[in-house]
């Protein structure tokens, strides 16, 4: 019986077939499992770690490009709409890495639900399908939410304040007559609406089309900020999340 076989039988198996034999005690599974979990904690916590840099990128840029163009009335409130941009394209980065992050966070909570925690503290008897997940996605690994959703967390977490704040100063920017290179007597007056929109010209871009187009841009993230689904998330399981 496989269950019977010894260490040295084992050892000659392996040779015969010339692949690694299967684990046959409870102590190689064990082992297996411990060193499978590290495995997969090292991975998340790569990817986790990747996701970090990208809000950092993008926490930096937010703050170089707010004082380079609210420092001196000569900066263009163009500078704003590029730090928008990039903003933007960091997003659309960190969301393709929450994608990967999210696989490996799977199977290390899977394992951490269903097998570590009724080592731990043992409630029911132990589901004998529980690790089917796991290998299923071991074997065919795919992504389990889309790259919509994933840019839809990210953004409702950290990117939707990061863009808050770059509309405030972009308001401030063009509608505060300190803020503009024909600043008179430097008294910090309300403009009037036509001069706002004035203001908010982009080149040979009109100012209207400019207030529409940012306008268009923050409907579609106050939208995709709170269209989010969080049923099939881990706040179904707990408040700990990422």
Request: charged share 20%; hydrophobic share 50%; aromatic share 10%.
């Amino acid at each position: 019986m496989p269950g019977d076989m010894s260490p040295l039988s084992h050892s000659a198996e392996t040779k015969r077939t010339g692949s690694p034999a299967l684990p046959v005690t409870s102590m190689e599974t064990i082992n297996t499992m411990v060193h499978y979990y590290r495995g997969e904690l090292g991975r998340m916590a790569g990817w986790r770690d990747r996701i970090d840099r990208t809000s950092n990128w993008a926490i930096t840029v937010v703050a170089a490009l707010l004082s380079v163009s609210l420092s001196t009335p000569t900066s263009h409130h163009g500078v704003l709409l590029f730090a928008m941009l990039l903003v933007t394209l960091l997003l659309m980065i960190e969301a393709r890495r929450y994608r990967f992050f999210d696989v490996y966070r799977a199977r290390v909570r899977q394992l951490e639900r269903f097998y570590f925690a009724e080592i731990l503290n043992p409630r029911a008897a132990l589901d004998l399908d529980w690790a089917a997940p796991i290998a299923k996605s071991l074997r065919k690994p795919e992504f389990l939410i889309s790259y919509r959703d994933a840019a839809c967390r990210r953004l409702r977490r950290n990117y939707c304040w990061m863009y808050l704040i770059l509309l405030l100063a972009w308001a401030l920017k063009i509608s505060s007559s300190t803020m503009q290179t024909q600043a008179g007597a430097g008294k910090d007056i309300a403009l009037a609406v036509e001069h706002v929109v004035a203001n908010a010209a982009l080149g040979p871009v009109p100012g209207g089309v400019v207030l529409g187009f940012v306008a268009l841009l923050y409907a579609a993230i106050a939208y995709f900020s709170l269209k989010v689904d969080m049923s099939d998330t881990e706040l179904a399981h707990g408040s700990v999340h990422v």
